[in-house]
């Protein structure tokens, strides 16, 4: 009896493990940038992070998955059900048959992570099945921030716990990330019916969601366009000004130390902003995290 239980347990492990691999290999394919950015973290959270930030594709991918809102919905709600269960259920059945959800709810269990917090992440990303436009700056702010500083400060409690400062910075950061990244790949949002750049933002420039939607590159979409990359700075400088010591736990911000150099390659003359996804040479892209890691995350 003990040893078919000491063998359960040794499978539970192994599967355990293979799961966090899948999600390791699963942000590399997704999210080189990120995935590079968790190889300066601690090995021993490496793995941790590569579900968080896994589970994070999961949810946003949820659009380009499905063919009808409601389809969508529906696998939000799985997750969201998943989530919720306790313990004994929530890795039994589908959810431990998922790699990410298992993995991701095993980092929750492991780290005490704020269960209301994912459940949050999942409800903004209702938003990206409607073509609900986006009113307003502040309205986008919090969508970022459910979606990009939450896992950040999942991050940097897996590492060891924050800083009060590294907590304020890492608001700040997750915005200019997130924002950064909606810039970069401006079409792709659009192609499932879905336009993030706020409709107040655009008609203060004598723009629209119909630009954005029929590719119209106009004068008046890039300078809507040019205060959005205004606004993504004003957070990224913010978040760096709010750090005042060194902490560990600065190695969740890595993922937004890429931030100016994207925005600055989307001052250049030639930029295009419905070009395929604003890129960087991967060379840059490990020598600016090798500094920020050096430094305070940014």
């Not at 008046?220 to 010591?245: M, N």
Request: aromatic share 8%; hydrophobic share 45%; with cysteine.
């Amino acid at each position: 009896m003990a040893q078919r239980g000491q063998g359960f347990v040794a499978e539970r492990r192994s599967e355990l493990a293979a799961h966090y691999h899948r999600c390791e290999r699963l942000l590399h394919a997704r999210d080189r940038d990120c995935w590079l950015a968790c190889l300066f973290a601690p090995f021993e959270a490496r793995a941790h992070l590569h579900a968080l930030y896994a589970f994070k594709h999961e949810i946003a991918a949820a659009p380009a998955k499905v063919s009808q809102p409601l389809l969508g919905e529906m696998r939000l709600r799985w997750w969201a059900d998943a989530l919720e269960g306790s313990p004994e259920t929530a890795t039994s059945g589908g959810a431990r048959a998922h790699p990410v959800a298992d993995a991701v709810i095993d980092t929750i269990g492991r780290y005490s992570l704020p269960r209301a917090e994912f459940l949050d992440l999942i409800q903004a990303h209702l938003f990206d099945l409607h073509d609900r436009p986006m009113a307003t700056l502040e309205e986008l702010d919090a969508y970022c921030r459910s979606t990009s500083s939450a896992p950040m400060r999942w991050s940097a409690q897996v590492i060891g716990g924050a800083a009060q400062d590294t907590v304020d910075a890492i608001e700040n950061a997750g915005v200019a990330l997130a924002l950064t990244r909606l810039l970069r790949a401006l079409a792709e949002p659009a192609a499932f019916g879905q336009v993030f750049t706020p409709t107040a933002l655009l008609a203060r420039h004598g723009s629209g969601q119909s630009e954005i939607r029929n590719r119209a590159a106009t004068p008046a979409l890039r300078a809507a366009l040019a205060e959005l990359r205004t606004h993504a700075r004003s957070h990224y400088d913010r978040a760096r000004r709010a750090l005042k010591s060194a902490d560990p736990a600065q190695a969740a911000l890595l993922p937004a130390a890429l931030v100016p150099l994207y925005l600055a390659r989307m001052e250049r003359k030639e930029y295009d902003p419905f070009a395929a996804c604003v890129d960087l040479p991967q060379w840059r892209r490990q020598w600016r995290l090798w500094r920020a890691s050096r430094r305070n995350g940014l």
